[in-house]
């Protein structure tokens, strides 16, 4: 039970408390708490995932493991989630 909540709380650690919205006057950075059902996010190279969702436009190796666990980078393209 231990080691189960050390890695719990090493992946809470790892999600970002911002993210940078992008809205029709341009971009924003807000807080994750913020964030909408519909909202577009940009995710720059390094950054982490602030949240769940599909592709926009871009492709990417990305680190999910702030959403998923999954601690290899995973090839991402347009309409992937």
Same mark, same amino acid.
């Given at each position: 039970?231990?080691?189960?909540r #050390? ?22 950075e ?11 996010? #940009? ?39």
């Open positions: 039970a231990d080691g189960a #050390r890695s719990i709380e090493s992946l809470i650690k790892l999600t970002p408390g911002r993210a940078r919205r992008v809205t029709a006057s341009g971009e924003e807000v807080p994750v708490k913020e964030l909408r059902i519909g909202d577009v996010i #940009r995710v720059r190279p390094g950054d982490n995932i602030a949240a769940d969702g599909v592709i926009v436009t871009g492709q990417g190796s990305l680190n999910q493991a702030s959403i998923t666990g999954e601690s290899l980078p995973v090839d991402k393209k347009s309409g992937d989630e």
